[in-house]
């Protein structure tokens, strides 16, 4: 399993970024791709997930609101829309895949998004 992250920048507080996650390899409907994040000095948190079959989304209440996750089954990507962006959703974003929610078993390489005040 590969999951390789790409989208991220430097922005200004307000902008958006669009994050993107292509996976390799079969998804089964059952899986539940997402991601997390983690800034400097700080443990890698939820940010948002979605599984694969049914397209149900989950949020955490930081970003509900701003981010909305979407995915292409065809393409097996991921994308996370990332609106009215904050500094403190300054991090290293990383594309999750696993089988429960917040409870990824594989991680991507990480996409730096720094958005500054």
């Known amino acids: 399993v590969q999951l390789q992250a790409s989208g991220g920048g430097l922005v200004a507080a307000g902008d958006s970024l669009r994050l993107s996650c292509a996976a390799s390899?079969?998804?089964?409907?059952?899986?539940?791709m997402g991601w997390f994040r983690q800034a400097p000095g700080k443990e890698r948190e939820f940010v948002a997930e979605?599984?694969?079959?049914?397209?149900?989304?989950y949020y955490a209440d930081s970003v509900k609101g701003r981010f909305t996750l979407s995915r292409d089954t065809a393409d097996n990507t991921m994308y996370l829309q990332m609106n009215s962006l904050k500094p403190e959703d300054t991090a290293i974003y990383y594309c999750?895949?696993?089988?429960?929610?917040?409870?990824?078993?594989?991680w991507g390489q990480g996409t730096l998004v720094t958005v500054s005040s």
């Open positions: 999750t895949r696993g089988v429960n929610i917040r409870d990824p078993v594989y």
């Open positions: 390899g079969r998804i089964f409907s059952s899986a539940v």
């Open positions: 979605v599984r694969w079959g049914t397209s149900r989304t």
